[in-house]
């Protein structure tokens, strides 16, 4: 038999499990929405928790809430943020677009546990308020975007671009590593002029730098906060200093540059900033699946694919076919790349259907963001680590498939013409000859000639990896 005890909020009274901390408004909101299995993430969870710690500092500093009762809602935050009441955050992401389930979830959490700090009970006789407390100078309409904003931020900082960096290192030093291997391009699918492997390498390099000026260049408006404006923006309830104390208490507890938003009216009614940091992070797996995509090409084999390079066996590849080994971090990058533009498009149609004075589509749009950024993050980790580490070039074969390329006739066009360069190749390829025999035999150039201008190195020109 579950033990209950009885909490009141303004719909009337109902019953609580007596071990929970959470209270009437959060219990009324497990039985409203029942609604799939996905749970806020403990990302977004610990920024309320960082948010209440932060107002609750200002609203004491500012003579609005008792040193007693804020000590006792910042011990309580702290206690959410060491992960010591994880299960008290039941709440699912379908729940209303402006998060308010959540942020009153957060409300009687920490009131409930600082009721108990100060030596009081849970429930109705507590001696800390969710609402007149822990939520002072809020309202749920600006608390839960900077909840978002704080764990974006975060997330992007901490987790996502150490390992896009730490990817691009990687590649550029393959890329410099490689930088005398001359290979065949390809374009169309079709065989190309020359290139080095360290130049198509660098080609990589240089998407990944342009991704990550994207998404810095993204930060300072999600560093924006929209805590303050309370309902609409106006700030209703709050003090003239409150907005942008603590968004300096946050910056301080959080070492992230964070600032009040300059207007809070599009702070509370868009998505924009999280619309437009998506944005970058989608450029970003549009860049990674072609890196994959490439990779997993050029290792394909190994025996009738391009087999250029080679990259980590790392698992067998199949269950009835003996001594496959398949570019399975290849496929992971690709898979965890289309979900990532699918949740683009959710952010999207999400950050433009807010109406008026806010946006309620927010829960979805934190759920998918987040999503996004430990997809990339750990997907790049894991890629990194099992294959672009160890990709070591196949010389050999390399050398086999430029020496076979008919495309090298493209050399002589300056010395020969375009058409008769083209009637070589056309030759050669009809008969099975050499580009050499076929130049000779149609008379267009001695033996001499040939070795002095179809020379492969000489065809890639001077731009060298990273330039």
């Given at each position: 038999?579950?033990?209950?005890?009885?909490?009141?909020?303004?719909?009337?009274?109902?019953?609580?499990?007596?071990?929970?901390?959470?209270?009437?408004?959060?219990?009324?909101?497990?039985?409203?929405?029942?609604?799939?299995?996905?749970?806020?993430?403990?990302?977004?969870?610990?920024?309320?928790?960082?948010?209440?710690?932060?107002?609750?500092?200002?609203?004491?500093?500012?003579?609005?809430?008792?040193?007693?009762?804020?000590?006792?809602?910042?011990?309580?935050?702290?206690?959410?943020?060491?992960?010591?009441?994880?299960?008290?955050?039941?709440?699912?992401?379908?729940?209303?677009?402006?998060?308010?389930?959540?942020?009153?979830?957060?409300?009687?959490?920490?009131?409930?546990?600082?009721?108990?700090?100060?030596?009081?009970?849970?429930?109705?006789?507590?001696?800390?308020?969710?609402?007149?407390?822990?939520?002072?100078?809020?309202?749920?309409?600006?608390?839960?975007?900077?909840?978002?904003?704080?764990?974006?931020?975060?997330?992007?900082?901490?987790?996502?671009?150490?390992?896009?960096?730490?990817?691009?290192?990687?590649?550029?030093?393959?890329?410099?590593?490689?930088?005398?291997?001359?290979?065949?391009?390809?374009?169309?699918?079709?065989?190309?002029?020359?290139?080095?492997?360290?130049?198509?390498?660098?080609?990589?390099?240089?998407?990944?730098?342009?991704?990550?000026?994207?998404?810095?260049?993204?930060?300072?408006?999600?560093?924006?906060?929209?805590?303050?404006?309370?309902?609409?923006?106006?700030?209703?309830?709050?003090?003239?200093?409150?907005?942008?104390?603590?968004?300096?208490?946050?910056?301080?507890?959080?070492?992230?540059?964070?600032?009040?938003?300059?207007?809070?009216?599009?702070?509370?009614?868009?998505?924009?900033?999280?619309?437009?940091?998506?944005?970058?992070?989608?450029?970003?797996?549009?860049?990674?699946?072609?890196?994959?995509?490439?990779?997993?090409?050029?290792?394909?084999?190994?025996?009738?694919?391009?087999?250029?390079?080679?990259?980590?066996?790392?698992?067998?590849?199949?269950?009835?076919?003996?001594?496959?080994?398949?570019?399975?971090q290849c496929e992971a990058v690709t898979m965890l790349c289309c979900q990532v533009m699918g949740n683009d498009v959710a952010i999207n149609m999400g950050g433009a259907s807010g109406n008026f004075e806010l946006n309620v589509y927010r829960p979805m749009v934190i759920h998918n963001f987040l999503q996004t950024v430990r997809l990339l993050a750990d997907g790049m980790e894991s890629f990194n680590k099992h294959c672009a580490?160890?990709?070591?070039?196949?010389?050999?074969?390399?050398?086999?498939?430029?020496?076979?390329?008919?495309?090298?006739?493209?050399?002589?066009?300056?010395?020969?013409?375009?058409?008769?360069?083209?009637?070589?190749?056309?030759?050669?390829?009809?008969?099975?000859?050499?580009?050499?025999?076929?130049?000779?035999?149609?008379?267009?150039?001695?033996?001499?000639?040939?070795?002095?201008?179809?020379?492969?190195?000489?065809?890639?020109?001077?731009?060298?990896?990273?330039?």
């Amino acid at each position: 038999m579950v033990t209950v005890r009885r909490e009141k909020d303004s719909m009337g009274a109902i019953e609580v499990p007596a071990d929970k901390l959470w209270g009437a408004q959060t219990q009324r909101s497990l039985e409203h929405f029942r609604i799939s299995t996905e749970k806020m993430p403990v990302s977004l969870i610990h920024a309320l928790a960082l948010t209440k710690r932060a107002a609750a500092k200002v609203n004491q500093d500012l003579g609005l809430l008792a040193a007693e009762k804020a000590s006792a809602i910042i011990q309580a935050a702290d206690e959410v943020l060491a992960g010591k009441h994880a299960d008290e955050f039941p709440m699912a992401i379908w729940q209303t677009g402006s998060g308010t389930q959540s942020n009153m979830n957060m409300n009687e959490v920490l009131a409930n546990r600082a009721s108990e700090i100060l030596g009081g009970v849970r429930g109705m006789e507590r001696k800390v308020h969710p609402n007149d407390d822990v939520n002072k100078s809020q309202s749920s309409n600006d608390v839960f975007p900077t909840a978002m904003h704080v764990a974006a931020l975060l997330a992007l900082r901490e987790h996502l671009i150490p390992q896009l960096s730490a990817l691009t290192d990687t590649l550029r030093d393959k890329s410099h590593a490689f930088a005398d291997i001359v290979k065949i391009g390809r374009t169309h699918l079709q065989d190309a002029t020359p290139l080095t492997l360290g130049q198509e390498i660098s080609g990589w390099v240089a998407m990944l730098e342009h991704n990550l000026r994207h998404i810095e260049h993204s930060l300072p408006h999600v560093a924006e906060l929209a805590l303050g404006g309370t309902a609409v923006g106006t700030g209703l309830n709050t003090h003239p200093e409150y907005a942008r104390r603590v968004a300096e208490e946050l910056a301080t507890i959080t070492a992230a540059p964070f600032v009040t938003a300059p207007n809070k009216f599009e702070a509370l009614a868009t998505c924009d900033a999280l619309v437009q940091a998506h944005g970058a992070l989608k450029g970003l797996a549009a860049s990674l699946m072609k890196i994959a995509n490439d990779v997993r090409w050029l290792a394909s084999g190994p025996r009738c694919g391009i087999g250029e390079i080679a990259i980590p066996e790392n698992e067998p590849g199949s269950s009835i076919m003996p001594g496959k080994v398949n570019p399975t971090q290849c496929e992971a990058v690709t898979m965890l790349c289309c979900q990532v533009m699918g949740n683009d498009v959710a952010i999207n149609m999400g950050g433009a259907s807010g109406n008026f004075e806010l946006n309620v589509y927010r829960p979805m749009v934190i759920h998918n963001f987040l999503q996004t950024v430990r997809l990339l993050a750990d997907g790049m980790e894991s890629f990194n680590k099992h294959c672009a580490s160890g990709i070591e070039p196949n010389r050999e074969r390399i050398t086999q498939l430029l020496n076979e390329s008919l495309m090298l006739v493209t050399a002589l066009n300056t010395h020969i013409g375009y058409d008769k360069a083209a009637e070589i190749a056309k030759k050669a390829h009809k008969e099975g000859l050499t580009l050499k025999a076929s130049a000779v035999a149609l008379g267009y150039l001695s033996d001499e000639e040939f070795d002095a201008w179809v020379r492969p190195e000489l065809m890639v020109g001077s731009m060298t990896p990273g330039r």
